[in-house]
């Protein structure tokens, strides 16, 4: 008699947060294992924890591996399905990072906690019975605040429209029983309350057009427009038709000060509801739009970085503002670029995106030039604002006050004299970027970096912009023991400080990381600042997306720190640094004036931008990068590691050289390099780069030798990771 055999039951293969490139197989607590339960978040046992996972796949367990444990279902229906799924797993794959890691950075911190799908919905203030009656007793801002309430109840996005900072003095009066907040349906928006659209030129027309045109299916357009050509308001009216079909709009932004600013402008002619996702709201917030995304809610979101990874499931329309910014390119974790991965999610949803800037990457340039993005040029300031003049400054010999010459303080002053404001960029925070002994050479150093420590609070205070150590500053030197210790260069603080003396009648204001870590501090303190005389002291954080119309001069100081560079990327950084900042002068009907301060006035690349324009230049790079073989002409991936010792630091990246070299490939290896910061926080840094004129050389490599890599011995002894497509080879 023949006994029949018995299948295995199915289980789960779980993607897990760990950083192992595996999945682990689980079987349900109660009942059996469905497709549906694919792209659903489990609770599982791991060793003496228990984590939150998603089900990346279900099938029989493996023969090799321990039985499988039993694990609980988090979600009635998947969080992850269709294009959004098999977009996290393209990511994976391109990044070779664990599948569950690429999961819970695309989730909210309350899902990957386990917590439920949020609620949707909209919340109101209004004031209690108790809040009534003490209404004429309140003073100050939350008396302001009540008598917003003292009619009718009003909604979040409403009291931060009419009162600035509103939240704490709205949970002052709500523990004293005088306010209450509750929960309203989401907004559908009033088409009444919609700010009519400004008539656009002919370019701007011409580009609406085109994206119009290529509304039903993938196409991706660059759109290249000088600073103040209006490029927002081609978005506009693009998103516009995109509500009109009943689709959703992601608009990614690079900054978390420049949301505020786009979430007003849209928010003012759309008529819906506009959701925001970035780092500076709380976890609720953000778990409260993914979900409004994920039902289909969300018509309109804008996002910084994470926000690529919302659900999209009624898709019409991606917009990526200023694309060649950094700050799209995540440097830990799982090193993602968003405006790349926003490529990949378009192609799959079949909808097109636009990637807009006043200075395109050289990437997106030549994808342009080969055709690949639709090329849209916008080559005139809208409405009736002007290029401004633009004029350098040879500071040789001339004597320097905190980095400042007698020219640019007679700039600033005549344009104080006429009625408007000027813009002082330095793109180094602190008060000085070094403390020094003028008697015997000592430095003040941080002793777990090779760097020196910051001068910051007048220098009172050291601090490294590296590791964060902060220490205050000696009150002699610790070599000598001599009193000349000199705060050496200038930082925003040192600017501030002197420009503060200069000009005691007007308001100098900094804007860096330093003065704008509140939630929206840096919209608050533009709008303080308003529009009278005024002096604007800023890092890159004011280059870009900001509308000041009565800033007609912006002086850079210190153009010199980025004109020799090792990193290959450095001349571009600093001609899109330029070009931008130089972008917020005269963007109103008064002309603008841009002041470069340099040392080497002749220096080829400040002639081409002078002479040519930021293309011209991109032009002269896409030369030097194909001769050097330089992206976007290669492809590269950099291995970095770390450990105390750095001989550990070397043995695992030779280990790891010698496992790539055996996958075999037109692979081109370089290293182990000392990386160009060699000490930091105390590890030893090393680096492998990685090369191949075709990226599927690359990756093709790297698919056959991580496995071996992850098994090396010496991968235990350090930490070390691998970033596909680096921005910084630091």
Not at 93 to 121: C, I, K, N, S, W
Not at 259 to 285: C, I, M, N, W, Y
Not at 699 to 720: C, G, M, Q, S, T
Request: aromatic share 6%; charged share 25%; proline share 7%.
């Amino acid at each position: 008699m023949t006994v029949p055999s018995t299948a295995p039951a199915l289980v789960w293969h779980v993607a897990l947060p760990v950083p192992v490139p595996r999945l682990f197989d689980y079987r349900p607590a109660d009942g059996g294992v469905t497709a549906a339960d694919v792209g659903c978040r489990v609770r599982v046992p791991f060793g003496p924890r228990e984590l939150v996972g998603v089900v990346a796949g279900i099938g029989s367990p493996d023969a090799d591996a321990p039985a499988a444990k039993a694990g609980h279902r988090l979600d009635d229906a998947p969080l992850f399905r269709g294009e959004l799924l098999e977009s996290l797993r393209w990511l994976a794959r391109y990044t070779h990072a664990p599948l569950g890691e690429v999961f819970a950075t695309a989730m909210p911190a309350p899902l990957r906690q386990g917590e439920p799908l949020a609620d949707t919905h909209a919340w109101g203030w209004r004031l209690t019975e108790a809040g009534q009656t003490a209404l004429p007793r309140l003073r100050g801002k939350p008396r302001r605040l009540a008598d917003l309430l003292a009619d009718a109840a009003r909604d979040e996005d409403a009291l931060a429209d009419l009162l600035d900072d509103w939240r704490a003095a709205a949970r002052a009066l709500a523990g004293r029983g005088l306010l209450e907040r509750f929960a309203l349906p989401l907004r559908a928006g009033e088409p009444g309350s919609v700010r009519s659209a400004p008539v656009l030129n002919p370019e701007q027309q011409s580009a609406v057009d085109a994206l119009l045109a290529a509304r039903d299916g993938f196409a991706p357009f660059l759109l290249d427009g000088v600073t103040g050509s209006g490029k927002t308001e081609v978005y506009l009216q693009a998103i516009s038709d995109c509500i009109a079909r009943g689709r959703q709009a992601l608009v990614l932004v690079p900054e978390i000060g420049l949301t505020p600013q786009t979430l007003k402008r849209f928010r003012e002619r759309l008529g819906v509801p506009v959701h925001a996702l970035h780092s500076g709201l709380g976890d609720g917030e953000r778990a409260r739009t993914w979900a409004a995304c994920l039902r289909g809610e969300a018509r309109v979101v804008v996002g910084t970085r994470s926000a690529v990874f919302l659900p999209l499931p009624d898709a019409g329309l991606i917009v990526i503002d200023e694309e060649h910014d950094g700050s799209f390119k995540q440097l830990d974790g799982i090193r993602y670029h968003a405006r790349d991965f926003a490529l990949v999610r378009a192609k799959a949803l079949d909808v097109p995106i636009v990637l807009g800037s006043a200075t395109p990457s050289l990437e997106s340039l030549r994808n342009a030039q080969t055709g690949r993005y639709a090329h849209l040029r916008l080559r005139l300031r809208a409405g009736v604002a002007q290029p401004p003049r633009v004029r350098v400054c040879d500071v040789r010999k001339r004597p320097l006050d905190a980095g400042m010459s007698p020219e640019l303080f007679e700039a600033i002053a005549a344009t104080l004299r006429n009625g408007s404001q000027a813009l002082v960029f330095k793109n180094r925070r602190g008060y000085a970027p070094v403390l020094l002994c003028h008697d015997c050479g000592w430095s003040a150093q941080c002793s777990r970096c090779d760097a020196p420590m910051t001068v910051h609070a007048g220098g009172r205070r050291l601090q490294c912009h590296h590791c964060g150590a902060r220490r205050p500053a000696p009150d002699a030197c610790p070599d000598c023991g001599g009193l000349a210790l000199q705060a050496q260069g200038a930082g925003t603080e040192r600017i501030e400080e002197a420009l503060a003396k200069r000009f005691p009648d007007v308001p100098v204001l900094r804007i860096d990381r330093g003065s704008t870590q509140r939630r929206d501090a840096l919209e608050n303190l533009l709008h303080d600042f308003g529009e009278a005389p005024g002096i604007l002291v800023g890092t890159q954080m004011l280059a870009k997306g900001h509308d000041l119309p009565n800033l007609t001069l912006v002086a850079v100081v210190g153009v010199d720190e980025g004109l020799f560079s090792a990193d290959f990327r450095a001349p571009e950084k600093l001609a899109q640094l330029l070009i931008q900042v130089a972008g917020r002068a005269g963007r109103a009907a008064r002309a603008g004036e841009v002041l470069l301060q340099t040392h080497h006035p002749q220096h080829p690349l400040l002639e081409t931008l002078l002479n040519g324009g930021y293309h011209a230049f991109a032009d002269a790079e896409l030369a030097q990068r194909e001769a050097a073989a330089f992206p976007p002409f290669a492809h590269l991936a950099l291995m970095r590691a770390e450990a105390k010792q750095l001989e550990v630091t070397h043995a695992f990246l030779q280990a790891a050289k010698a496992a790539l070299r055996d996958a075999g490939g037109s692979l081109e290896l370089h290293g182990p390099l000392p990386a160009p910061m060699p000490r930091r926080a105390g590890y030893q840094r090393a680096q492998l780069l990685l090369s191949a004129t075709e990226r599927r050389t690359l990756h093709a490599a790297l698919d056959a030798a991580l496995p071996a890599i992850h098994a090396l011995p010496e991968a235990r002894k350090v930490r070390w990771s691998l970033d596909v497509d680096p921005v910084d080879l630091y």
